[in-house]
């Protein structure tokens, strides 16, 4: 049994989960432009290729967080800041649905990444102060 507390565990979770979403974000723009039916070629490949390098990004922190790396915490946090703004967009443009999505994944990833055992998981020095 692993002495990971759950809220790295649901934040590495959910922190993997909008990288995997990015990736196929990036995949549906590459195969849409690759096939033709991209409204705007010329903005499609760049947005894939920006989907998949952020979607690997977010993975590769997603998995600095499940090793318990005290760098992976800012970026984890960041992401569910950035995440709740395209939740504020979401609303604006009147698509709830996405919105309360969007922004209950950005809630508990952010609650769970600054949680008090998630602290102690990944700065055990300070635990010892």
Partial sequence: MSSRPVT???AAALEALVGLASVAGGLYSLVTAVS???LDPTSAIPLAALGLGVGALLVFVARGLWRSESWARTPVFLTQVFLAVVAYYMFTSQQYVYCAVLLGVAVCAAAAV???PTTAALFPE???K
């Fill in 8 to 10: 790295v565990v649901v």
């Fill in 36 to 38: 033709g039916r991209a």
């Fill in 114 to 116: 600054l949680s008090p």
């Fill in 126 to 128: 300070e635990r010892e």
